[in-house]
Nanobody, 115 residues
Framework: QAQVVESGGGLVQPGGSLRLSCTAS????????MGWYRQAPGRQRELVGL???????NYADSVKGRFTVSRDNARNTAYLQMNALKPDDTAMYYC?????????WGQGTQVTVSL
């Protein structure tokens, strides 16, 4: 059964860092694009960044230069390294596995940036 599970969220002070992990099972992991999205209260879900099967990445303008998406195909895991965090980065962060048939979403992990 295909499944996507995020981890690594938490409370961090402004300027701090966090690394989120996303483990996908039930897929040919090396063949799929992995994406990170976030949704803050009262806002629409937005793309944060993604990494294709070939390793190409794409980022939202708001996180360019601060966030990095990577993947470890041997571990079936994608990562979101977040540096220089700001209060505006506070949101629920979701991972998605994009297949030809559909997207599979995780349950999300909360990131809170606050003093």
């Amino acid at each position: 059964q295909a499944q996507v599970v995020e981890s690594g969220g938490g409370l961090v002070q402004p300027g701090g860092s966090l690394r989120l992990s996303c483990t996908a099972s039930g897929f040919i992991f090396s063949a799929i694009t992995m994406g990170w999205y976030r949704q803050a209260p009262g806002r629409q879900r937005e793309l944060v960044g993604l990494i294709t099967s070939g390793g190409s990445t794409n980022y939202a303008d708001s996180v360019k230069g601060r966030f990095t998406v990577s993947r470890d195909n041997a571990r079936n895991t994608a990562y979101l390294q977040m540096n220089a965090l700001k209060p505006d980065d506070t949101a629920m962060y979701y991972c998605t596995a994009r297949t030809l048939i559909r997207d599979y979403w995780g349950q999300g992990t909360q990131v809170t940036v606050s003093l």
